[in-house]
T-cell receptor, first 114, second 113 residues
Framework: DGGITQSPKYLFRKEGQNVTLSCEQN?????MYWYRQDPGQGLRLIYY???????QKGDIAEGYSVSREKKESFPLTVTSAQKNPTAFYLC?????????????FGPGTRLTVL | DQQVKQNSPSLSVQEGRISILNCDYT??????FLWYKKYPAEGPTFLIS?????DKNEDGRFTVFLNKSAKHLSLHIVPSQPGDSAVYFC????????????FGTGTRLTIIP
């Protein structure tokens, strides 16, 4: 079964703690993305990567960090510098990141910071 | 600056009737458009797309229309079914180059049985 997995589904953390969200895909896609969704808002791009060991900031990268050491994995760390970390986080992947590539999404992780 | 706008936050339609979801964009460089459907607490799923060389694309009950001069696209669902109740996001990008997707804020569609 090919797809994108995100774990865990729900995550709770205390304020001031860093937390890492997992994203794995077995679609053999080169490009991977992290989005954030808040109520009443569209999806906002945090970071994206089009190739292993390379990534770029999206529209709202402040307070977040990523790594891309393997093609299949693109973990997102929400640091204590992120002012409003409580949100629904979505990971996506696409074949190469350009042209008419379609992005496919994982099931999401809801992060709540207490 | 919201480059992709979905001005109707919600829409209710009777089962069996046509649902029409609208999307406007301001960036004239956008030439590829997609619609995604999202259920609560799940990731969006790709529904249908259209490039700027076409003005219509159909896939079963779903049709997307593109009016480039008005910078407007719409998604038609006919006939509407209860399982269509979800949030629908419009997204846009430039086809060439490694441009990112820009999403609208979504429209919550409720199908009334």
């Amino acid at each position: 079964d090919g797809g994108i997995t995100q774990s865990p589904k729900y995550l709770f953390r205390k304020e001031g703690q860093n937390v890492t969200l997992s994203c794995e895909q077995n679609l053999n896609h080169d490009a991977m993305y992290w989005y954030r969704q808040d109520p009443g808002q569209g999806l906002r791009l945090i970071y994206y990567s089009q190739i292993v060991n390379d990534f770029q900031k999206g529209d709202i990268a402040e307070g977040y960090s990523v790594s891309r050491e393997k093609k299949e994995s693109f973990p997102l760390t929400v640091t204590s510098a992120q002012k409003n970390p409580t949100a629904f986080y979505l990971c996506a992947s696409s074949i190469a990141g350009g042209g008419t590539d379609t992005q496919y999404f994982g099931p999401g992780t809801r992060l709540t910071v207490l | 600056d919201q480059q992709v706008k979905q001005n109707s936050p919600s829409l209710s339609v009777q089962e069996g009737r046509i649902s029409i979801l609208n999307c406007d964009y301001t960036n004239s460089m956008f030439d590829y458009f997609l619609w995604y459907k999202k259920y609560p607490a799940e990731g969006p799923t790709f529904l249908i797309s259209i490039s700027s060389i076409k003005d219509k694309n159909e896939d079963g009950r779903f049709t997307v229309f593109l009016n480039k001069s008005a910078k407007h696209l719409s998604l038609h669902i006919v006939p509407s079914q209860p399982g269509d109740s979800a949030v629908y996001f419009c997204a846009a990008k430039r086809m060439f180059g490694n441009e990112k997707l820009t999403f609208g804020t979504g429209t919550r569609l409720t199908i009334i049985p």
